[in-house]
Each structure stands twice: as structure tokens, then as C-alpha cells.
């Protein structure tokens, strides 16, 4: 008998659809499983083969074909299990033959015969949406998952028996799943007003945040680096319900989603450690996956001591930080990751960290090796680079709150980005930082006096387009805080002072 279940396989951030066509016929007793498989899928025979015996359903001894349609796509993981066994119990007739038509089928198995959450569910689920499929069936550990996507029913399963009794009976309600009014898991990140001082480096992550501008902080060891880099996701725009998904179906594929806060709706905040690897930063393997930058999608990456990661890891971030993606070729194909995130790197002044003080014991050849560990094209990227100095005994003992708090700048920076969002509108673009040369031209209009200076600052500083360009957009930034229709000269003014070029000529 020839039977076929739909199913998915993970490409990328994506899926394909896979369809699981069965069929068992006379001949020499075997089991074979066909169609560009790796090795975790065609380990599925044994454990279908296994729990089906565990609940007393005993293969016969015929030739039982499973092909995984299209033979040409590359099939990995464990989500087939539950699908392979479908296609088997309705040819063995244990459940009707067009029970499972326009459903899609997704899970693992155990030898017991329950069934396990895989990874991936999400854009399973937005694939069935797309290609009309009315039900998905899946783990009961993913379901909260799949219901995050609207107007598809969502059948969740803990065992192949749920399975026989759902399909003897699909028009029953009994494992259709009835999403839980759980409690807001409203996130609380650290507030600003505890960093004392630093008037200057709170106005930097202020701007960062608003315009999405990545931002290097240099400062002496204990001086609010790491502080300020985790405080920034803080005072960033909410998330919008497109942006939610886009995060979450990442983090799904990455196996990252947790089976009670099923959505991503908060900006992520990845800390990698400097020495991480190329894969792990960009994404890769034999099956690639995402790595630490599309973790970070839509959200900062924070790099600590960015000078001591290897020269190689951080060249890698040149590509990602102008295109917003990465691409990754294997001999089974490209896959195209996002990686729109917001770089916050911080570094020490010198090897020691406690440049310009008496205390440091840094010699100039130094100092000068130490900061040309960033290359000029990884700079030119980054758009606010800020010194952030020693605290002072009064700031930490002053008794009173500092005024400026997280409340307070995220006030500020949703009031800009609102203003971005109207300007905007009709366009892909979301932040300053996105717009292109073309965009530059329409929407960041200077004063002639900001041209004048402008034209002054190009030519004795010599600048790079690149540096031009984001000067620009950095002050179209800056003008949207304080609700500017045009940039001014003082707008173009503090740009330049926060792309501080001093950091980097210190041994000279």
C-alpha cells in the first residue's frame, strides 16, 4: 500500500516542504529510507521501528520503502519520526487512509513511543500557513510555539496512542491546543540611574539606541563599560509584533525558545566571549545554524576587550555590519542569515587599562600595537566612539539618584524612533542607520551652515565615504531627538565629537 504525510525540513532560518512517501509491498523483508539523508534521519527507522513494537504494532515482513520527496534536498534532524510512523500506521490501516490529508507533521520519537519537541517549529508552522495546510500536528512541548502563528489548528501530542485516537475521530477537539493566559513576562533590564557620572557615555548609548549606531566604549577597567552595554537594550523601541517573529523563528531554529515564553519580545542581548570561533560568531557547521550575530538580530552585540578577539573573527563582522546578512556556502547549498543587530564593543585604553594615568606602564610602540588590533574598515563601521573615564569619589557617594535614568532615556528614544517610523513609512527601512546613499540625499537635508562645516571637517580630516555618510546619518539622528526637521551645524558638530578620532592616535 503507498501512503504520503507532508512534512518540513530546516534550510537556513527556512523551511522546505518534505513530503514522506511509504510503501510497503511484497518481497525480501527490509527497511529502507531514501532521499538525500543524513545521519540523524536515518537513524528514525530504528526508533519508529522500536516504539511502534513498545505499543504492539509489529512491522510485517515486507519490503517497506520511505522516500523523503525531493530527492535532491539535503534532510536533517529528528523532526521526521513522528511522520514516518504516520505514513506507517495508515498503511498497516491503524488509522484511516485520508485521516491526515492537508495536515502537516512534525516530532520526535522515543522508544516508548512518546513523542519529543524538536527545534525549528516556528517557520514549520509559517511554511503550512503559506502553503494553506490547515492543521500542523506536533509535540505537546511546541504547541504553545506553533500557536504564536494565527489561523492554523494546532494539535499537540504526547504519545503515538494521542495519535491513533486523533485520527480515528479529527473533527474532536481533544488534543487541539487552547493557548494559556499566562502572566506578562515583562523583562526588567538594570537601570542608568546606577551608573554615577557619565553624562556623556548615558547622551552616546542615548543616540545608539535611537538610531541603531553601533557604539565603542573606551574606558579604564571599573570605569561603566560593561554597565552602560548592558543597560542599552533597555531604553531601545519595543519590538513590533513582524520583529517578534522574525526574532523568534531564529532563536526556534537555533533550539533556543523556551516552551513558556514562546516569543521573543524583547531586543536580545548576546555577550559572546572574545575568542569565540568563526563559527560561532558568524554561524556554520556541516548544517549551518545561526551563530552569536543573527542571535543578536534586531538586538545588541555586545563584544567586551574587542581588541583581544582574533584579527580574523573580527574582520568577519565587516560584511554583516554594512549588509545586515551573511551568507554561508556549503556543497548543499547557500543560506542567507540575517544579522541586523547593534554593535557595542568596549576596550581598555592601552594593554594595562589605565592610560593616561601615572599608573600606566605602557611603552608608545604599546599602546600603538594594542589599538591597531582594530582594523580601519571594522572603525569606519562604527559610528559613536566614546571615552568613558574614571569615576570620580564624588559621583559614586553622592546620595541622590542620578536623573538619568532608563525611564528617561527610553522616553526620549521611542519619541525619536516615532519619528523615524512616520518618516519612513511605506519603506523597509526602520532606523537612520539603514538608510542608503540615495536615502541620505532625501531625508538628511543640512543647514549651509552644517554644509560649510561639513565640507570643512571632510577635507581636513580625511575622510572616507563611508565616514561621510554615517557622520550623516548619525546627525539626522541627533536632530530627531531634539525633533529637528533639518540638521543643524551644532547636530553635525557633536557627530563629529563622538566619532572621536584621538582614541586611536594615542601612542603618537
Known amino acids: 500500500m503507498f501512503c504520503q504525510i507532508l512534512s518540513t525540513t530546516i534550510q537556513g532560518i527556512s523551511c522546505e516542504p518534505v513530503t514522506i512517501e511509504l510503501d510497503i509491498s511484497s518481497g525480501m523483508p527490509v527497511f529502507v529510507m531514501i532521499g538525500s539523508l543524513s545521519a540523524k534521519v536515518r537513524e528514525s527507522q530504528e526508533r519508529v521501528r522500536t516504539a511502534l513494537r513498545n505499543l504492539d504494532i509489529c512491522l510485517p515482513p515486507k519490503r517497506i520503502t520511505v522516500n523523503l520527496s525531493p530527492g535532491d534536498l539535503k534532510k536533517d534532524g529528528t523532526q521526521f519520526d513522528l511522520p514516518i510512523a504516520a505514513a506507517i500506521l495508515m498503511a498497516l490501516e491503524k488509522i484511516p487512509l485520508n485521516s491526515l490529508d492537508n495536515c502537516m507533521v512534525i516530532g520526535e520519537l522515543h522508544l516508548n513511543g512518546d513523542i519529543e519537541g524538536v527545534p525549528g517549529v516556528l517557520p514549520s508552522v509559517i511554511k503550512a500557513r503559506e502553503l494553506g495546510i490547515s492543521t500542523v500536528i506536533l509535540p505537546k512541548s511546541n504547541a504553545a510555539e506553533a500557536a504564536s502563528i494565527h489561523g492554523l489548528r494546532i494539535i499537540s501530542l504526547s504519545n503515538l496512542n494521542d495519535l491513533i485516537t486523533f485520527c480515528s475521530d479529527t473533527s474532536s477537539n481533544t488534543y487541539d491546543y487552547r493557548p494559556k493566559d499566562n502572566p506578562s513576562s515583562e523583562l526588567t533590564y538594570p537601570d542608568f540611574s546606577e551608573i554615577r557620572g557619565q553624562p556623556a557615555v548615558k547622551r552616546a548609548a542615548l543616540i545608539a539606541a535611537s538610531g541603531f549606531h553601533n557604539l565603542l566604549l573606551s574606558g579604564p577597567p571599573g570605569s561603566g563599560k560593561s554597565m552602560?552595554?548592558?543597560?542599552?537594550?533597555g531604553i531601545m523601541p519595543d519590538l513590533t509584533r513582524d520583529e517578534q517573529i522574525e526574532v523568534s523563528r531564529i532563536y526556534s531554529v537555533a533550539g533556543l525558545l523556551n516552551s513558556e515564553t514562546p516569543l521573543i519580545t524583547h531586543r536580545p542581548f548576546r555577550s559572546p566571549h572574545n575568542t569565540l570561533s568563526v563559527q560561532a560568531l558568524c554561524g556554520g557547521g556541516r548544517v549551518p545554524v545561526p551563530g552569536e550575530i543573527t542571535l543578536a538580530h534586531r538586538?545588541?552585540?555586545?563584544?567586551d576587550e574587542i581588541p583581544e578577539m582574533p584579527g580574523r573573527n573580527l574582520d568577519m563582522l565587516r560584511g554583516p555590519l554594512e549588509d545586515h546578512s551573511i551568507l554561508i556556502s556549503r556543497t548543499a547549498g547557500s543560506y542567507c542569515f540575517p544579522a541586523n543587530f547593534l554593535l557595542v564593543a568596549a576596550m581598555n585604553p592601552c594593554p594595562c587599562g589605565h592610560y593616561p594615568s601615572d599608573s600606566c606602564t605602557c611603552t608608545p610602540s604599546e599602546i600603538q600595537h594594542y589599538l591597531s588590533k582594530i582594523s580601519q574598515p571594522v572603525l569606519d563601521r562604527i559610528d559613536i566612539r566614546v571615552d568613558v573615564p574614571a569615576v570620580t569619589y564624588d559621583d559614586l557617594s553622592a546620595q541622590s539618584d542620578d536623573p538619568i535614568s532608563t525611564a528617561v532615556l527610553k522616553a526620549k528614544a521611542i519619541k525619536a524612533f516615532n519619528i523615524q517610523k512616520e518618516r519612513y513609512r511605506g519603506t523597509k527601512i526602520c532606523f537612520n542607520s539603514e538608510l542608503s546613499p540615495t536615502?541620505?540625499?532625501?531625508?538628511?537635508?543640512?543647514?549651509?551652515?552644517?554644509?560649510?562645516?561639513?565640507?570643512?571637517?571632510?577635507?581636513?580630516?580625511?575622510?572616507?565615504?563611508?565616514?561621510?555618510?554615517?557622520?550623516l546619518k548619525l546627525s539626522r539622528t541627533i536632530a530627531d531627538l531634539e525633533n529637528a526637521d533639518t540638521i543643524s551645524e551644532a547636530h553635525i558638530s557633536e557627530a563629529f565629537s563622538f566619532r572621536n578620532q584621538n582614541l586611536f592616535k594615542r601612542s603618537r
Not at 552602560?228 to 537594550?233: D, S
Open 228 to 233: 552602560t552595554a548592558k543597560r542599552i537594550p
Open 299 to 303: 538586538g545588541v552585540l555586545f563584544i
Open 439 to 471: 536615502d541620505i540625499k532625501k531625508f538628511c537635508v543640512m543647514t549651509p551652515e552644517a554644509k560649510r562645516l561639513m565640507e570643512n571637517a571632510f577635507s581636513k580630516m580625511d575622510l572616507s565615504a563611508r565616514a561621510y555618510h554615517r557622520i
